[in-house]
């Protein structure tokens, strides 16, 4: 493993600060929140990479972590991050933990992630490896997130990194009144956008989409016992 702060990090943050640049006209952010770029300086993304992809690390990319899945582009990650308002006082749910790598940069923001896993080994592994690292704020729990994880909810914010059908009611539900729930809607037909579904004082609900992406999808618990 390698040792932390790794001087690719400077090159992976300057191409999300261009990244940001481009993608303005669609998003609406011609920079990212400052704690967000700091908390992208701060993870290890090596640590959520496998040993044979080390050396792409800190590429702006997204890269296999096995399972068939997929650890997001950075730039995506951020993105996300930054499109929810993260506030030190927040409960965040995520739905999709993979590598752990998202909920990390979370955790740096915010007060507690609840993040849930449909693959039962990823679920663990990223629990593991975020424990070691020292994420103490993050619950992880194996199980389809379809349905929300109920017990923890309302949510001031919902992160969803895998693509889904349509937007989960249970989510929206799950969302306090002022929350905001990112989440990319599509498939490998359409195409896939990401969406931001605000839910305003008055418990009113407005989506917008944001940005065209590419993500794996989210899959449901029936389609997991084929797999
Ligand atoms: N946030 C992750 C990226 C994960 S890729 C990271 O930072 O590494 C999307 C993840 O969503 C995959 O691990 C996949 O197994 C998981 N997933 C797919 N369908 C799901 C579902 N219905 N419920 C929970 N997780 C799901």
Wanted: charged share 25%.
């Amino acid at each position: 493993m390698r040792q932390e702060p790794d001087p690719e990090l400077g090159l992976l943050l300057e191409d999300i600060r261009q990244e940001t640049e481009l993608t303005a006209g669609y998003t609406g952010r011609a920079a990212l929140d400052r704690r967000v770029m700091e908390a992208m300086a701060k993870v290890p993304r090596h640590a959520f990479v496998p040993d044979h992809l080390q050396l792409s690390a800190y590429a702006n990319r997204p890269l296999p972590i096995g399972h068939g899945q997929t650890i997001s582009q950075p730039y995506i990650v951020a993105l996300m991050t930054d499109l929810i308002r993260p506030r030190p006082e927040h409960m965040v749910l995520e739905v999709g933990t993979g590598s752990g790598y998202q909920a990390a940069i979370l955790a740096c923001l915010v007060k507690q992630v609840y993040s849930l896993e449909i693959v039962t080994a990823l679920a663990e592994q990223a629990r593991e490896r975020l424990q070691r690292l020292g994420y103490s704020n993050v619950a992880v729990r194996a199980g389809d997130g379809h349905g929300g994880w109920p017990e923890h909810a309302p949510y001031d914010a919902i992160l969803v990194t895998a693509a889904a059908a349509a937007v989960p009611p249970a989510l929206v539900e799950q969302l306090k009144p002022g929350g905001t729930l990112v989440i990319p809607v599509g498939n490998r037909f359409t195409g896939q956008d990401l969406r931001v579904v605000s839910k305003d004082e008055q418990g009113r609900v407005r989506e917008k989409n944001v940005l065209p992406v590419i993500f794996v999808p989210l899959v449901d618990a029936e389609d997991d016992a084929d797999r």
